[in-house]
């Protein structure tokens, strides 16, 4: 009953590493998103796919490309980390990509950029 | 421009109180309303969620109360327990839309002390 699995749950990384951060759901969804939480910023949408073969720019996209691998995985890569990206990441998924289907979340994964 | 803003930021109950928190809207277009809440090292999980048709919706303790009018809704936590203890966060989107995005407010740390 594993639901939205990200791994790492932890990375330190140094200016200018990349890095990608990995998502899996194991309940046959169709659409998938990666946000980031900062303090008093609460959830912000960076980039979703709506179904698989399809990514779209969220709220802040700059910075970060993503890969729909297949419909289970979906990946997001950080090119040359900065340390304003140090953040918890968050991925989730949802049946469809209609706005009153309830996203699954999974537990994130908290960056530090040095 | 920030779509949804919630108040307060942080809030502190003794148990068996009631907590509220509350969300203001500007896009008349939203028509979905969900309330997510997170543990920490957690992500978040939805809680309970409200379409602009009814007043009011209630699940166990949880109540979300809607005014369309004033583009307000607010979650009530009534007989507040320490282990309702988390951060909330409102959001809303438009459910009509092909690709929809859910804007979250900035979250509330809810603190129910023993």
């Known amino acids: 009953n594993a639901g939205v699995t990200q791994t790492p749950k932890f990375q330190v990384l140094k200016t200018g590493q990349s890095m990608t951060l990995q998502c899996a759901q194991d309940?046959?969804?169709?659409?998938m998103y990666w946000y980031r939480q900062d303090p008093g910023m609460g959830l912000r949408l960076i980039y979703y796919?709506?179904?698989?073969?399809?990514?779209d720019k969220g709220e802040v996209p700059n910075g970060y490309n993503v890969s729909r691998l297949n419909k289970r995985e979906f990946s997001l890569r950080l090119e040359s980390a900065a340390p304003s990206q140090t953040s918890v990441y968050f991925c989730?998924?949802?049946?469809?990509?209609?706005?009153?289907?309830?996203?699954?979340f999974g537990d994130g994964t908290r960056l530090s950029i040095l | 421009q920030q779509q949804v803003k919630q108040s307060p930021q942080s809030l502190i109950v003794q148990k068996g109180g009631i907590s509220i928190i509350n969300c203001a809207y500007e896009n008349t277009a939203f028509d979905y309303f969900p309330w997510y809440q997170q543990f920490p090292g957690k992500g978040p999980a939805l809680l309970i969620a409200?379409?602009?048709?009814?007043s009011e919706k209630k699940e166990g303790r949880f109540t979300i109360s809607f005014n369309k009018s004033a583009k307000q809704f607010s979650l009530h936590i009534m007989d507040s327990q320490p282990g309702d203890s988390a951060t909330y966060f409102c959001a809303a989107s438009n459910s009509g839309g092909s690709n929809y995005k859910l804007t979250f407010g900035k979250g509330t740390l809810l603190t129910v002390n023993p």
């Open positions: 409200i379409r602009p048709d009814v």
């Open positions: 796919s709506a179904s698989e073969g399809t990514t």
């Open positions: 989730a998924s949802s049946e469809y990509s209609r706005g009153n289907q309830p996203q699954h």
């Open positions: 309940m046959n969804h169709n659409s």
